[in-house]
């Protein structure tokens, strides 16, 4: 694992650092080995556990506090303004997955533009969850973006982008976790480009412009009259949140994994055929191969026809 201590060839000047999921985990490691002199690192407060149970704190701060590095929380705009007040010697900064949009007044504190990695190749995917869109409707590419950050949500200028293939299976955790590493690669390594003047940003074209909206636990609910491949998709997308649920034989599950068969019924309805549990779509069919009950552990479709389903 890399050093997350401070090193002596530090870059002199400080930079503040935005961000709360795991997504920005490796982005605040990759400055830190850098050399890059992050002080502070502002992060959303202490949140409860998946759980509900203990308040849990984010990657960052744990890492900030390794390091010795002064961590903020601020719970609302205002409190980021303030606190961010009391660094007037930081010139500019970085953003990663901060989940709170900087206001203008922030963004005029710093004399160098903050800088965003976002999960996504823009102007394709703007928004909260753009790795999940990109699984969800069959995109062949992704990658990440750095972009100069503007009030508007991710519409500023970009620097650069790093584009990966995707093979058509990729979970939302697993490409996000992919693009969190690439995310950090870049940033460690030309953010110095960046800053120096040597990288100059261009627009984006609005015109080409889609948006990746926030999920919340409804947009995981099944339509079972879409395709099977779409729903195949979502239910990679949507792993881990919202999830993708569903009613069988009267018992709430979410469906962790599935892939689509040449097999034939009605919408919504379900067979246990040869030891595979089928759910019929628009045109085709799931078999669903991993699924959790409501309130029980995940299993397979085999174990879950054969314990749960009517005969």
Do not use: C
Request: hydrophobic letters at 35%; a negative charge.
């Amino acid at each position: 694992m890399a050093s997350l201590k401070h090193s002596p060839n530090r870059k002199s000047m400080p930079i503040a650092f935005f961000g709360t999921a795991d997504f920005s985990a490796p982005s605040l490691r990759a400055l830190l080995d850098a050399g890059y002199s992050v002080d502070p690192v502002i992060t959303k407060p202490d949140a409860p556990g998946k759980r509900g149970t203990a308040l849990q704190p984010p990657q960052v701060k744990t890492i900030a506090e390794e390091a010795s590095i002064p961590v903020l929380q601020p719970a609302s705009k205002e409190e980021l303004a303030a606190g961010i007040g009391d660094y007037p010697d930081v010139t500019g900064g970085v953003v990663v997955a901060y989940g709170m949009l900087i206001p203008e007044e922030v963004l005029n504190h710093f004399s160098q533009p903050l800088i965003n990695v976002h999960a996504s190749l823009l102007p394709r995917w703007r928004g909260p969850s753009p790795v999940a869109a990109a699984i969800l409707h069959g995109d062949q590419q992704t990658g990440i973006s750095l972009m100069q950050l503007t009030p508007e949500m991710d519409e500023g200028p970009v620097y650069l982008r790093e584009t990966i293939d995707l093979e058509g299976s990729e979970t939302r955790p697993g490409l996000e976790a992919r693009l969190a590493e690439l995310g950090g690669e870049t940033i460690g390594q030309r953010l110095e480009d960046i800053r120096g003047g040597w990288l100059k940003p261009e627009p984006q074209d609005g015109s080409q412009a889609t948006y990746a909206p926030l999920l919340d636990k409804s947009a995981g609910e099944i339509d079972w009259q879409q395709s099977a491949e779409y729903l195949a998709r979502q239910i990679r997308a949507f792993l881990g949140w919202p999830g993708s649920h569903t009613l069988i034989s009267n018992h709430r599950v979410t469906i962790e994994a599935a892939r689509p068969v040449d097999q034939h019924g009605q919408p919504g309805t379900f067979q246990f055929r040869n030891g595979r549990l089928i759910g019929y779509a628009g045109d085709g069919g799931l078999d669903i191969t991993r699924l959790k009950p409501a309130g029980k552990s995940s299993m397979t479709g085999d174990a879950f026809a054969r314990g749960y389903m009517r005969a």
